[in-house]
C-alpha cells in the first residue's frame, strides 16, 4: 500500500514534528495554449471577469505541480513536504503558463 504525502504550504503542521528533513523536493508543470483555447480566452476577457480557460489550465497544471511533488517525496521516502511555495508564470505573449512549486521540504513528520 502506497503512503499518502502531505503536502503544506505552511512552515509547519500542527500535531505534527519533523523528524528529520531528506532534502529539497520542486515541481515544474509548463502547458502550451493552443488557438483554439486562446480563442476562448480572447471571447472571455472580452466581457470581463474571470477567465474560465485559464483559470481550469491552472488548477490542471497545479494538480500535476502537487502530484510531482508527491511522487518526489515518495522517492526520497518522505511522507510530508512542508513549507511549498506556488508561483506562476507567462511571458508577454502569454504563448504559454507555467506554474511551479518550490522550496518545499520533504521529511519524515510523525505525531507529537
Keep these: 500500500m502506497e503512503q499518502e504525502v502531505l ?3 505552511t512552515p509547519a503542521v500542527p500535531g505534527y514534528r519533523v523528524k528529520r528533513v531528506l532534502g529539497v523536493v520542486h515541481g515544474l508543470v509548463i502547458r ?3 488557438l483554439g483555447g486562446k480563442l476562448l480566452a480572447s471571447f472571455d476577457s472580452l466581457v470581463g471577469g ?5 483559470a481550469l489550465e491552472l488548477r490542471k497544471a497545479k494538480e500535476e ?4 511533488l508527491k ?3 515518495a522517492r526520497l521516502g518522505a511522507n510530508a513536504v512542508v513549507g511549498v511555495d506556488f508561483e506562476t508564470t ?11 512549486a518550490r522550496n518545499g521540504r520533504g521529511g519524515r513528520a510523525g505525531g507529537t
Design 65 to 68: 505541480v502537487i502530484e510531482q
Design 32 to 34: 502550451t495554449r493552443g
Design 7 to 9: 503536502i503544506v504550504t
Design 50 to 54: 474571470r477567465v474560465k480557460t485559464y
Design 90 to 100: 507567462s511571458p508577454a505573449g502569454g504563448s504559454y503558463r507555467g506554474i511551479s
Design 71 to 73: 511522487q518526489e517525496a
